[in-house]
Structures are given as structure tokens and as C-alpha cells.
């Protein structure tokens, strides 16, 4: 494996200029979570960002599944996107059965699931992440809680059959692979890609290993990114990354037009170089934020499509 950029990633084809939004998929974002108990927290921002980042990276729909009683504020920070409400019960919780049944609808219209952007760890939060990774009908990218939920699953490879895009950081990836007998350190530099390989293969998916030098790998072919920013390490620019990718899958993914793995790294080289162009314009090391971050996703993209001055 070696270390490139945006020149080791295939280019993105150009964008259909008689398309409508329909022409450039549905992404459903899932994730979000009400706090009526001591102790847990409530959770907007983070499907938010993620319907944000979708909507600039080209998708034509976004959709939001949050708890009830926060959607609405998640639409004020994603006015763009639509809603689809969680039913929840008196304490806050999802529902599980008419969650399953909204998710259900949202799966019947929609080119790409993201999920786990603050959804929170709970027993209808790992239903719902289970009935998306256990069907066939859309791929799906997963991150924060999603994660966090699979690792309570025992036996998860058994379960696992979804398209599926894995974003973990090395906190999220350590969780995960107790359970599933991995031993690769997801911080050793001499190990990331091993780790990155080893969950990959165990369940059958892309991985991408966030951290400096990213590692994406779909367990017989890895690549690390060439990028290191410590801007990007702010609430937020994980979600900002898993709407990225989502909403690539959901442009290209279908009928294997770009492999999940290829748009799982140019998703990976558009973050890192929107994060490059917010440092120069700022001639700052800190203090990105998740929006802002978002909002150059747009021209980072354009530089990787075909036909674009390289």
C-alpha cells in the first residue's frame, strides 16, 4: 500500500446537465436522539450535518428519520432536506417496531442509507441499525452510534448482509472488533492497515479507518490518504464525511458505475481537501467548523471530475 491523493482516485463523471433531482439520488440519514433521562444527552447537529453534506455533494434528496420531538430542529439546520418522523415513547426512546416501518418506507425510495450520526446506544437504536445492515435493497454507510451498536451483536457477521461502508474512528473500530476476535491496533501506524483489512474481510464491507492518513480497504485492496489535518479534529466533520460518501454512493453507486470502495476514497480525498482549502483561506490550524466544512465540499468535488484541470 502507499500513501496518494486525489491523483490515485478515479475521477467522477461528469454531471448530466439535463438531470433533475431525481436523476442524483436519495440519501436517508438516520440518527438522532431525545434526552429525557439524567445522563444522555440530546443529539441534532449530527444527521443534520450529514443531510447537509449529502445535499453538497450532489445528491438530489436528503432525508432525515430523527425522534420525533427533534425533528423539527434538525429541518432548521437542514432546510433543505425532508423528514420523516421516529415515533418515540413518553421517556424519549424510539419506538422500535414503527421505527422499523418508517425506515421500511424511506428504504422503498431511496439510493443510500446513512445511520448512526447521533443516534445514540439503546435497544431500539441497535434494532434499527440491524434491519440496516441486514437487507440487500440499498447500500449503506455507517458511523458513530451505528457502530457503537453492532459492537453489542454477537454473532454480527451473521446478520451482516447489507452493501455496506464502515466509518470508524479508532475509538469506534476498537469496540467493534473485541467482539469479532480482531487484533490489529487501529492507532499503530505499522497496523492501521492491517486493521482496516481485518474488519473489512470479517464482514464483508469497505472500511474506512479514520484518523491521519486515512486508511480505506476492502479487505483485498487497501489505500491510505495522503492527508493529515488536525483542523478537521472538531465535532462534526465525521458526520460531514459520512454524508459525503453516502451521498456519492447514492449519485454512482448504482448499476457499478464506481465501485463503493472508489467512492469511499474520493470521498475520503474531497473531505481532506476541503479541510486544505479552509486552512489556506484562514491561514489557521483550528477552529473549522462542520458547516463551513461542508460548504467547500462542492469545489473540492468539482476538481476530481472528468474533464476538470487537474
Known sequence: MSAFGASDVPQLPSRDSAGHKGTFGTVAIIGGQVSNEPGRATMIGGPAMCAVAALRTGAGLAKLLMPEPILPAGLVIAPSATGMALPVDECGAIVAHQAAEVFDRALESCDCVAIGPGLGVSAPAEALTLRAVGQQQCPVV????????????????????????????PGEYARLAKPLGLTASPTDPDRRQDAAEQLAQRLGCIVVLKGAHTIVSDGVQSWASAAADSALATAGTGDVLTGV???????????????????????????????????????ASAGLLAMELADLIPAALESLRNGADS
Do not use: C, K
Open 142 to 169: 455507517m458511523d458513530a452510534d451505528a457502530l457503537n451498536n453492532l459492537a453489542a451483536v454477537t454473532d454480527l457477521h451473521r446478520d451482516f448482509r447489507a452493501a455496506a461502508i464502515l466509518t470508524p474512528h
Open 245 to 283: 460518501i453516502a451521498g456519492l454512493v447514492a449519485q454512482f453507486g448504482s448499476g457499478a458505475r464506481l465501485s463503493l470502495y472508489d467512492l469511499a476514497r474520493i470521498g475520503v480525498v474531497a473531505h481532506a481537501a476541503a479541510a486544505a482549502q479552509w486552512r489556506s483561506e484562514h491561514d
